[in-house]
């Protein structure tokens, strides 16, 4: 526990800016106790990291009976966004695409037009309201003058952190929804310049995370929440490290400092999990 405190501190020296984050690791009792915080309840744009927040939105429509994850959406030219994903790359649309379909582009690649997508089944007010039944009062997305699009919205460090324990705990979703979404942030297709970087592949697959980077008027911000298992399959972990007016804004790869900060960590944290030191002091 207090190497991954020091490593922490390290990186955070290393790459400048703000930072803030939430560490906690599961107890003999299976609660979630703190490892690290810092300043864990500021409330901040979370960028890409928002898209669990939309998941969860949809997901819990799902559960309802609203939606099901076989339902067709139309793929269409006025949707597509540039930037991360995959759906942007095709050139040509109107492909008829799965709510599950959209929901795996969104998390697995951070696809930016499944955002506008999922806006069609979920508007901005109703994410809202679902976001806040939950137990959730700072996580937003932002509703624009079309009620069916919106911006990312905001967030903070814990309340990230509990959505993630909600779905490794199966209490946030029903068994299958959060199952679904941990499977698919798991994926081996999925983020690996950060947290997961210096792991074996089997170890990746230990690891469901989450990044989200952008540049406002402050700096570049490069986000990063997720929730680690243990040899058994058990959740043995949870961390969300957020951190923004940092340097070199256009760098969106491995080599941003933040991002290395966050695979230095990685390494540390799983291997407190595998040596069985999260809790311990070790």
């Not at 959730?136 to 460090?157: I, K, S, W």
Request: net charge neutral; with cysteine; hydrophobic share 45%.
């Amino acid at each position: 526990m207090e190497r991954i405190r020091r490593s922490y501190a390290r990186q955070r020296r290393r790459a400048g800016g703000r930072w803030c984050a939430l560490v906690s690791r599961t107890s003999a009792a299976g609660d979630w106790a703190p490892v690290l915080t810092d300043d864990a309840d500021r409330v901040m744009p979370g960028y890409s990291v928002q898209k669990l927040a939309v998941a969860v939105a949809v997901l819990d429509k799902v559960d309802r009976g609203l939606l099901r994850l076989d339902d067709r959406l139309d793929l269409a030219a006025p949707d597509i966004l540039g930037g991360s994903g995959i759906y942007h790359l095709h050139g040509v649309w109107g492909d008829a695409v799965t709510v599950a379909n959209v929901l795996t582009a969104m998390l697995l690649v951070s696809d930016n037009t499944a955002v506008r997508l999922c806006g069609r089944v979920a508007a901005a007010r109703e994410i809202n309201e679902i976001l806040a039944a939950k137990g959730f009062a700072r996580t937003r997305v932002e509703p624009v003058a079309d009620p069916h699009r919106f911006l990312l919205g905001v967030t903070t460090p814990r309340e990230t952190h509990d959505l993630l324990t909600g779905l490794a705990g199966r209490t946030l979703l029903r068994d299958g929804s959060c199952r679904f979404l941990l499977r698919v942030l798991r994926g081996a297709a999925g983020y690996h310049d950060g947290v997961r970087r210096a792991m074996s592949s089997a170890e990746r697959a230990r690891v469901a995370t989450k990044h989200g980077a952008d540049v406002d008027a402050a700096g570049a911000a490069r986000h990063e929440v997720g929730i680690m298992v243990d040899t058994d399959g058990a959740p043995a972990l949870a961390y969300a490290f957020f951190a923004d007016g940092l340097d070199d804004p256009d760098n969106y790869g491995a080599t941003h400092p933040a991002v290395e900060a966050h695979a230095v960590l990685g390494r540390v944290m799983l291997d407190a999990v595998a040596a069985g030191r999260v809790g311990d002091g070790g």
